[in-house]
């Protein structure tokens, strides 16, 4: 990658004038580097002069020359200049560009893979996502869950983690024990028995469809039966989130009940843990955690005066069970209405001294639209629009790719109209038929007997249209992206890259015949094509979006 090139560059550099006293011991800074917003600064800046010279007390224009006469010499750069208060911006030749096409052909789908980074400290990495309760079908807003989630694990893995994928299975409590009185009451109702919901039961449809669906599988001999028609209800609503989730591509390795927590004690021993630890105290019948003493904003309660354990106490109960199973760093991705819980989860880490990373990210809502309207969803008034109903209505690369276009810490509208159109203001379309084009120029070019040779014979040198450079160079930025986006947890800027790049190859083929008369331009711009095409495969993947050869 051109940038490590270039921060090895400034690392002999640096080195030279620490041996020669001019940069004490101790005295470190790393190269940052960046793509400066105007061409003629160059292709790559640094600011490293700038903050060596804040430690060094030396005036950073002048530091910065320093480093520049220490500079080793490369083919691959062209010339280097000092600007402004001390930047050093690098001019490359179109040599690296020329490599760059060589490591993509080279790697193909390990382009922009990394084994290891220096960040990786995690060592065994989880990513806990969805999570829903198995009280319903999944609705839309855990589709941006699902996405996020799964682009998370698959960018971190693509930065060098080692990740498991697990779903949280909230199959105990008060809402679950809703679910299974509200089905009860249905399947009765089915059976022709005067049965009613209970008062914050849950309305929808689909378990009017599930009581008759169990009356009809199992006719009477459940009734007087709460507890096995309740477990037949929890197992239904899994399989069917487990077919949603793989229809929108999304796979775990673990499902993880929280049943199994009370069944095995691991509650009782959570609890036993935070007593020995002295953090806990009984007010009025409760027991409560002095979270207080670790950064939450008050105390919270662990077991109420009824004696029904709260969230937090079998979050405690998991987040010990995370730690015995191996896992270095725990990432959660919790909707924007769990905030007030995230605290209440680090102080119990801190209070138990666990050697786990708790890094919890937190969702905001999904807005609806269809025909410039807001669609509204509720799962307790029955009014609920389903992940299935969308993968049916725009179908999965288009969601996820839509949940994917923003940061997490806004909400985002999901415009079913725009997302169905078959045209360039449709982000997943305009990307997928970049790469669709691709597929169809190298067909053709096949089709008229022109073959890719070997990129090491091919003539390189003749892409210097401005079209061609601005494109190989955004097939340069496509390993760094990958990095950044792992360390940010910021999956939306792959999918901007990919918008990026599609809008430079759609320029480049607007600007550039890639088939012609000239068998040298020919072969050049067909691997330019070829490159562009495996890198946009590479990064659809992470995103987990298919790349369509035909559209």
């Known amino acids: ?75 691959w750069v062209a010339k280097v200049t000092v600007a402004g208060p001390g930047f050093i911006n690098f001019f490359l030749t179109h040599a690296w560009l020329q490599d760059t096409l060589r490591d993509i052909a080279r790697l193909r789908e390990r382009y922009g893979r990394w084994d290891s980074y220096d960040d990786v400290e995690d060592g065994r990495v989880q990513v806990e996502f969805v999570s829903a309760n198995p009280t319903g079908p999944l609705h839309v807003g855990a589709g941006r869950n699902a996405a996020y989630g799964d682009a998370l694990a698959r960018l971190l893995e693509a930065a060098g983690h080692s990740v498991d994928r697990e779903y949280y299975i909230n199959d105990a409590g008060r809402q679950i024990d809703l679910f299974g009185r509200s089905l ?8 022709g028995r005067e049965a009613e919901l209970p008062a914050d039961g849950y309305a929808g449809q689909y378990l009017v469809d599930l009581g008759a669906e169990l009356a009809e599988a199992r006719g009477d001999e459940l009734v007087g039966h709460p507890e096995d028609i309740r477990a037949w209800g929890v197992e239904r609503m899994l399989e069917g989130i487990q077919a949603t989730l793989e229809r929108f591509g999304v796979l775990f390795d673990t499902w993880f009940s929280e049943q199994v927590l009370h069944d095995t004690g691991k509650l009782t021993e959570a609890l036993g843990r935070l007593q020995d630890a002295g953090v806990t105290y009984e007010l009025e019948g409760a027991v ?3 979270s207080t003493q670790f950064g939450d904003s008050r105390d919270r309660v662990l077991v109420r005066s009824d004696g029904r354990p ?19 760093h725990a990432v959660y991705v919790w909707g924007a209405d769990h905030h007030g819980a995230v605290a209440s989860l680090e102080a119990v880490r801190r209070a138990l001294k666990l050697p786990i990373v708790v890094e919890i990210l937190l969702y905001q809502l999904v807005n609806l639209y ?54 360039q203001e449709n982000p997943v379309y305009y990307v997928q038929y970049a790469y669709a084009r ?43 992206t990958v990095l950044v986006a792992a360390r940010l947890r910021a999956p939306h800027r792959l999918t ?44 659809l993947a992470v995103l987990g979006v298919s790349a369509p050869e035909k559209m």
């Not at 010990?320 to 896992?327: A, C, N, P, S, T």
Request: glycine share 6%; aromatic share 6%.
């Open 1 to 75: 990658m051109i940038q490590e090139r270039l921060r090895g560059l400034l690392a002999e550099a640096i080195g030279e004038l620490r041996r020669d006293g001019v940069i004490p011991d101790g005295v470190t800074a790393l190269a940052e580097l960046q793509r400066p917003a105007r061409p003629e600064h160059g292709d790559f800046s640094t600011n490293v002069a700038l903050v060596l010279s804040g430690e060094l007390q030396t005036p950073p224009r002048a530091l910065a020359d320093r480093i520049v006469q220490a500079l080793p010499d490369a083919d």
């Open 496 to 539: 901007t890259y990919t918008r990026e790049l599609a809008a430079l190859f759609h320029a480049f083929y607007r600007d550039c015949r890639v088939i012609s008369d000239d068998p040298q331009l020919t072969q050049a711009r067909l691997w330019l094509a070829e490159t562009t095409r495996q890198v946009l495969a590479n990064a």
């Open 184 to 191: 009860e009451a249905r399947y009765l109702q089915a059976l």
């Open 370 to 423: 269809s025909g410039g309207e807001v669609v509204r969803m509720s799962k307790r008034t029955g009014e609920i629009v389903t992940l299935d109903e969308l993968i049916d209505e725009v179908g999965a690369d288009a969601a996820r790719f839509t949940f994917l276009l923003r940061s997490l810490d806004g909400a985002l509208d999901f415009d079913l109209d725009l997302v169905k159109a078959k045209s």
């Open 310 to 328: 709260t969230y937090l106490m079998s979050d405690t109960a998991y987040l010990i069970d995370k730690v015995e199973r191996g896992f270095d």
């Open 438 to 480: 691709i597929c169809s120029i190298l067909r053709t070019g096949a089709e008229r007997g022109i073959a890719l040779g070997p990129i090491e014979e091919a003539p390189l040198a003749e892409l210097v249209h401005e079209s061609e450079q601005a494109l190989a160079r955004m097939l340069s930025e496509y390993p760094e």
């Open 288 to 290: 409560w955690f002095r």
